[in-house]
């Protein structure tokens, strides 16, 4: 795994930025992890690792933000069949189950079928939506699934991360922001992670783990019924303060029996210290140029 994107790095010829790309291959497949937040600084960056980008098979979103989303655009000018798998995220163009019918439902029979949505017609209904790539070979994906033997897109979606406050009355996309109440602003924004069987264990790369890289995990054991020899990529600790880290790698390490770690991107400083100390050897360096063997 090659970290093509991040804010941190020992090589002083490649450009540093705030987010996050990795590639990696496995079973003779190239897949690209996350985009970073710059085309540009993507593109040069690349270039600079030797990386022929119109040779990736696979492309994994993480999530919608733009420290791991924009590099995409450079991507598809030059390799613009690639499969893309994102997370079923109805702002980035997955399918809206929509509910128009709003209050007052007979309210509409005193107007004119010209001033009625489709004429009077139905007003439960599916926006297939163009999204942002259009055209692109993009598949959104809602659940954990295989996508070659040994290797598992991760579905999460994280409890304090969301798109919009509650509404009056029930949610107008039916299923797709469910919470408890008083919780208006935990709208569970969709994560994909990947997951790749190795010899000794599942290889895990996750994107921003906004999820909660302990969730993550968690969820990756139930999918493939395996152990976690490694987690690769951002782990989001910077929000914790030090009593909440410790007691986050500790669950990480022992309860969960993480045996390595590579933390890069948004697991931030306090972090990485941490994580250096308690894994000692099992701590990976893995800055913006870092090539990691697993």
């Known amino acids: 795994m090659t970290n093509l994107y991040d804010a941190f790095s020992k090589d002083t010829s ?23 937040s710059n085309a540009d600084i993507f593109k040069k960056n690349s270039s600079k690792l030797g990386i022929d980008l119109s040779k990736i098979d ?5 999530h919608g933000h733009l420290d791991h989303i924009n590099g995409i655009d450079y991507l598809l000018q030059i390799n613009p069949k690639v ?13 809206v189950p929509f509910d128009a019918t709003g209050q007052e439902q007979k309210v509409k029979d005193s107007l004119p079928s010209y001033m009625q949505y489709f004429d009077g017609g139905e007003t439960k209904f599916i926006i297939n939506q163009s999204g942002r790539f259009w055209n692109a070979n993009i598949e959104f994906v809602k659940d954990s699934k295989q996508i070659l033997p040994g290797l598992n897109l991760i579905a999460t ?3 304090y991360m969301g798109y919009f406050s509650c509404y009056p009355g029930k949610s107008f996309v039916e299923g797709q922001f469910e919470h408890e109440k008083d919780a208006c602003n935990n709208t569970n924004l969709p994560e ?16 921003c783990s906004h999820t909660g890289v302990e969730n993550i ?26 009593a909440q880290t410790v007691e ?25 210290k941490i994580l250096h100390d308690t894994y000692d050897s099992n701590y990976l360096y893995a800055g913006l140029g870092e090539t990691l063997a697993y």
């Open 83 to 95: 499969k893309i798998y994102f997370p079923y995220d109805i702002f980035w163009g997955a399918p």
């Open 58 to 62: 696979i492309v994994v979103v993480s």
């Open 192 to 207: 994909l992670s990947l997951s790749m069987k190795t010899a000794k264990g599942q290889v895990l790369i996750v994107g």
């Open 157 to 159: 979606s994280s409890q």
């Open 14 to 36: 490649l450009t540093k930025d705030f987010g996050f790309s990795c590639i990696t291959k496995y079973q003779g497949k190239t897949i690209l992890f996350d985009s970073g």
């Open 248 to 272: 986050l790698v500790t669950l990480l390490k022992t309860d969960l029996g993480v045996h390595r770690v590579a933390p890069a991107h948004c697991t931030g400083h306090l972090a990485f």
């Open 217 to 242: 995990v968690k969820q990756t054991q139930t999918v493939t019924s395996d152990n976690i020899e490694l987690v690769y990529g951002g782990f989001h600790m910077l929000p914790f303060n030090r």
